[in-house]
């Protein structure tokens, strides 16, 4: 099976445990304000095809620079729109002895999806995005309901799949008192978070819209103070 990646990166640092090799890979199908890659969105028909044998391949050209804990990492774009590739990846870095962490927004969550199922199994770490907790911010920040991701997590903690949530900030947005307190409410129901993650917004994927002709909508929005920052963390339990 073939997998459209949009690029490789031989050194990732913020991207699970470790050092890590990251795939990002095309097709999203939510539309963040803030997002930093929106060249990933369409699913190219023009995007380079690799193989789960090439990307793993290429990756272990690195595997002295993993120690312990580092691997792969599989981001995006969204990678659970090529959840059998995804799968077939993550099964072949196991055999190999590699650790897999996906970095995922969950959009295409759908329990019974097999591939997607599949995938999570094959899965150490899960970087999941929890971008608002109520349903029409969810809708405002990303274009998209989040029934399916809040089941994802869900999901996650059943299994017993490790997790470490992120939650972007963004001052006016998702840095409400009551939705980072109620995101905190929702984090502590689950079993399996190993970490909480706040992001400070930036604007440095402003370029990146304007290039391909899309309006950003968070023009002017400076990065969150850090009292902001603790605020939140505090907030969501950090
Ligand atoms: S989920 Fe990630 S890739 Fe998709 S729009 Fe949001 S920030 Fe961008």
Redesign the pocket.
């Known amino acids: 099976m073939t997998g459209k990646i949009h690029s490789f990166e031989s050194f990732g640092a913020a991207d699970g445990p470790g050092v890590r090799f990251v795939v990002f890979m095309h097709g ?1 199908p ?3 304000v ?5 060249d ?2 369409a699913n190219a028909s023009c995007a380079a095809e690799t193989t789960a044998e090439e990307a793993l391949s290429r990756a272990l050209r690195y595997r002295d620079y993993w120690g312990e804990k580092g691997g792969i990492t599989l981001s ?3 990678p659970m729109m090529q959840a059998g590739f995804a799968a077939e990846l993550f099964e072949l870095a196991h055999a190999e002895g590699v650790t897999t962490c996906l970095d995922t ?1 969950a ?1 295409p969550f759908r329990r019974g999806d097999r591939r997607i199922e599949r995938l999570l199994a094959a899965t150490d770490t899960v970087l999941l ?1 929890l971008k608002a907790f109520n349903r029409e911010l969810h809708r405002k920040v ?1 274009g998209a309901d989040n029934t399916r991701i809040l089941d994802c997590a869900r999901y996650l903690s059943e299994k017993g799949v490790p997790v470490w949530i992120r939650r972007v900030l963004v001052p006016g947005l998702t840095d409400g008192e009551e939705d980072l307190s109620k995101t905190g409410e929702f984090i502590r129901s689950l079993g399996n978070v190993e970490r909480v993650e706040v992001l400070p917004y930036h604007d440095m994927g402003a370029e990146k819209w304007r290039a391909l002709g899309l309006e950003y909508q968070l023009n002017g929005v400076p990065p969150p103070d850090e009292n902001a920052v603790t605020r939140a963390k505090e907030l969501l339990g950090v």
Do not use: Q
């Open positions: 999203c939510l539309r963040c803030y997002c930093h890659n929106p990933t969105w995006g774009g969204e927004a959009g995005d990303t």
